[in-house]
């Protein structure tokens, strides 16, 4: 999979920028607020249909317009399709090939992509929702069904919630215990399964990128040593007085060791950008084997608190991977991969190639 042609349409500063893609490595450089993130973020959007910096789509349009529209011409093997996306005041609309609807899930399918930011450091030191989006994703290109069963359990816990929230009697909460229980534990078992299938690949880049060995340990949002559905039953008068149900797989985390230490809160910020990037190319190498296709790997500035070494440890294996890589950079040569790569000037929100 590669993005061939990119353009985007009232996005942020970019008024209507068109970008032809290589196939292998991008770079786009500009002074700092000059739009070549927005850039990356546009492309990120094409491929989640939100935002990876946490914008809502309201502060993605242009000033002064109503909406803003991206396509792209996304090829895999032999065959090319479109994949365009508008949002509006309406919300989210998707077109694939001319056909309508599929959102996000959609889109994830037809341009599976990862993200190195200046922030992907909370991926290690943030809350667990982090952590938790990144084993889904995983999850998502690894194991057939899991959207679905994903799905199914965010509405089971949803209802579960608002029953509790409602004052409802105990007999009637417990009543949604059973199907909650079920679609817990389904999600629980992808998620074993998406992150035995990474740990292999995660375990190489992490100790290659930090010099020391690093674990990954899954803990499932309740004590395995008790089953979900007893501690439901048990605690529904503490979901009660919370207004939430305090077990399942929505409460799991991903704890990092690094060194034997818990590394959320004893690695140096460098150190915990090194063990994110190594966890997002380890389940990009992860999804990559699944899907038998490369990805898109954006990198917004890699070269941000890290020293010379471990940048170009860094670059070597987002080499080795063999995706599709668009970087930014404040230069126009910053010699991050082995090969020279399309370049691309961005100034006040156009972009411009240089030849």
């Known amino acids: 999979m590669t993005v061939q042609t990119f353009r985007a349409q009232n996005f942020r500063c970019l008024r209507d920028v068109e970008v032809g893609l290589a196939t292998d490595y991008n770079v786009i450089f500009g002074a700092n607020a000059s739009g070549k993130t927005s850039i990356l973020e546009a492309l990120g959007y094409l491929g989640r249909g939100k935002s ?25 093997g032999e065959r090319t ?10 919300g989210l609309e998707v077109k694939i090939d001319g056909a309508t609807g599929g959102g996000a899930a959609a889109l ?16 290690v030191a943030g809350a667990p929702d982090e952590r938790r989006r990144y084993l889904d994703w995983i999850a998502f290109h690894v194991e057939h069904g899991y959207l679905d069963a994903w799905r199914h359990f965010r509405r089971a ?11 409802s009697g105990p ?39 930090l010099g020391g060995p690093v674990g990954f340990e899954y803990q499932a949002g309740w004590p395995q040593e008790k089953g979900l559905l007893t501690l439901l039953e048990r605690g529904v008068d ?24 818990r590394a959320r809160k004893l690695v140096s910020r460098g150190q915990q950008k090194l063990l994110a990037c190594a966890m ?3 389940a990009t190498e992860t999804a990559l084997t699944a899907l038998e296709r490369p990805l898109l790997l954006l990198l917004d500035d890699p070269a941000a608190e890290l020293d010379g070494d471990s940048l170009r440890q860094l670059m070597a294996r987002v080499v080795n991977l063999g995706c599709q890589v668009v970087a930014t950079s404040l230069q126009p040569e910053p010699r991050l991969f082995p090969e020279t790569p399309a370049v691309f000037h961005v100034e006040h929100g156009a972009v411009a190639r240089i030849e």
């Open 280 to 282: 997002i190319l380890g």
């Open 238 to 261: 503490r979901d009660l007085q919370l207004g939430s149900t305090q077990y399942g797989p929505h409460r799991a985390d991903l704890k990092l060791v690094y060194d034997e230490r």
């Open 81 to 90: 399709s479109r994949v365009g996306v508008r949002n509006s005041a309406e």
């Open 171 to 209: 007999r009637l909460i417990q009543s949604w215990n059973a199907e909650f229980v079920t679609l817990a534990e389904k999600i629980d078992a992808g998620r074993r399964q998406a992150l035995t299938a990474a740990i292999p690949a995660l375990e190489e880049v992490g100790s290659e990128l």
């Open 108 to 123: 994830a399918t037809m341009l599976p992509l990862q993200v190195i930011d200046p922030d992907v450091h909370n991926l």
């Open 52 to 76: 990876f910096r946490g914008a809502a789509p309201s502060e993605l349009v242009r000033h002064g317009e109503s909406e803003f529209v991206l396509f792209g011409q996304v090829r895999a």
């Open 157 to 167: 816990l949803k209802q579960r919630n608002a029953a509790l929230r409602s004052a």
